[in-house]
């Protein structure tokens, strides 16, 4: 699940996003220092957001300015120094306040507090959310990378993985073929059919072609061999190995 923090002290911001990854279901995407910032960001990307975490009191302002700018549907954790903002944090899709300086516990607890939201919610409405996920929704044919001074389109078909090297995005092809795409893995994979590709772990977004097998791996993950060359092991994360093998027989 995705996660942004809009968060202006550069320390706690890192120290928020170490403690949210320590959740192997949660990476954080990006981490913004204003108000601006979060209005341009979130008026172009939160569909690809699953959580927010937001600081009160930003340099330019208090957080509470960007729901007048954009129409924020996104669960929200205020983490804050000040204790006075806690009806405002509600009434602003707020589900858990922390108060500065935070606990791990308390990020922990927050995040698993979304989770039961989450659950609840499916549970609900599993019916027409299946629905529109069969009928509706549209998925991406292609992809414009670049070669030298040339932009070259590739058909998703054509793709075995997505991964992440260095902060930079690639797709490799079944031909061996590495190209870079200007795009974050979150996006890519909320564009790509889940049918055909899937999110092995922070790093890699495989296609279903490009697995021959896979074996045991320490800590109960599992390590695959794929069809192309990799610059790392492909390794299934833990808590991903029991959806992987579902989705490998579905």
Not at 101 to 109: A, L, M, T, V
Request: aromatic content about 12%; overall charge negative.
């Amino acid at each position: 699940m995705n996660a942004l923090i809009v968060e202006d002290e550069a320390h706690t911001a890192s120290l928020l996003q170490e403690i949210i990854e320590q959740d192997d279901d949660f990476i954080v995407i990006e981490k913004l220092e204003s108000i601006a910032e979060a209005v341009q960001y979130l008026s172009k990307y939160q569909k690809n957001l699953d959580i927010l975490f937001f600081d009160i009191q930003l340099a330019d302002g208090k957080s509470f300015e960007i729901f007048k700018h954009v129409d924020v549907t996104v669960p929200i954790v205020f983490c804050t120094a000040y204790d006075e903002y806690t009806l405002q944090a509600i009434k602003n899709n707020g589900i858990d306040y922390v108060l500065k300086p935070f606990k791990e516990e308390e990020i922990h607890g927050a995040l698993q507090k979304y989770k039961k939201l989450v659950s609840s919610l499916q549970a609900k409405n599993a019916a027409p959310v299946l629905m529109q996920t069969q009928d509706d929704k549209k998925f991406q044919k292609s992809f414009l990378t670049q070669h030298r001074e040339k932009s070259v389109i590739k058909k998703v078909e054509e793709i075995a993985a997505f991964t992440v090297e260095y902060e930079n995005v690639y797709l490799y092809t079944f031909g061996g073929d590495k190209y870079p795409i200007f795009k974050k893995l979150e996006y890519v994979e909320s564009v790509c059919d889940p049918s055909r590709f899937f999110r092995v772990n922070r790093q890699v977004l495989v296609n279903r072609e490009a697995i021959q097998s896979f074996e045991p791996y320490f800590n109960r993950k599992i390590i695959l061999q794929l069809r192309v060359q990799l610059p790392e092991q492909t390794v299934v994360s833990r808590l991903k190995v029991s959806p992987f093998k579902e989705w490998l027989e579905g």
